[in-house]
């Protein structure tokens, strides 16, 4: 997870921003929107819905003196967003970070993969989830929680089913013997070795969140 000395106060203003978009509240941790904001700052989604809910909550006087100044006037917030986007380089992330090493962790689970550019990590976690909720037989287009899950992620159900197919390369518990040669296998291997090991409840709890961001 990013630092939180990554963060900077005039994040405050972008969170804001999406803490007021309709409905009015604290946003889903991976929503979409989230997740966008995440990317552009390099700070991990978990740390900025903490902040949102602090905003929520209004529990330091400088939260009260942005709310005062900006919440009721959107206007002038969307001008000191822009200006501030444009003075730290968002939507030029390239050029922003020309020359500096940014350390990224969360950042590329969200990244489509070089070999298949229509999956990312993020989709092959939601995927794993239920490969662990059915069994290798029902790992076919024809399952409904398959075709549920693609629909979910805008993907063709193929897509599902050969990532699962992959995912049983990777399961100890299979062994299975034959070969594949996915593109799929190693960030396949990757996700396995994160959480194919660990508590499948925790997996699905992670899973269930970042639903939101096919939403």
């Not at 209004?58 to 100044?69: K, M, Q, S, V």
């Not at 159900?157 to 062994?175: G, K, T, W």
Request: with cysteine; glycine share 4%.
């Amino acid at each position: 997870m990013a630092s939180r000395n990554n963060w900077s106060d005039d994040y405050w203003l972008l969170l804001l921003q999406i803490y007021l978009r309709k409905p009015v509240g604290v946003k889903p941790t991976f929503s979409r929107v989230m997740v966008n904001l995440s990317l552009d700052i390099h700070v991990h989604p978990r740390v900025l819905h903490d902040r949102m809910r602090q905003i929520a909550r209004l529990e330091t006087p400088r939260l009260e003196h942005i709310w005062n100044t900006f919440a009721g006037n959107p206007r002038k917030l969307t001008r000191a967003v822009k200006l501030l986007r444009s003075m730290n380089g968002f939507n030029n992330a390239e050029e922003f970070y020309e020359g500096v090493e940014v350390n990224e962790t969360f950042e590329r689970d969200f990244r489509p993969i070089e070999e298949q550019p229509n999956i990312m990590p993020v989709m092959l976690i939601l995927i794993l989830d239920l490969y662990f909720r059915l069994t290798p037989a029902t790992m076919v287009g024809e399952t409904p929680e398959v075709v549920e899950l693609a629909r979910l992620m805008k993907i063709p159900v193929a897509d599902v089913v050969e990532a699962m197919d992959v995912m049983q390369h990777c399961d100890p518990f299979l062994n299975r013997q034959d070969v594949t040669f996915s593109p799929l296998l190693g960030p396949c291997q990757e996700i396995w070795d994160r959480y194919g090991n660990g508590d499948p409840n925790t997996l699905a709890r992670e899973a269930d969140e970042l639903k939101a961001y096919f939403a």
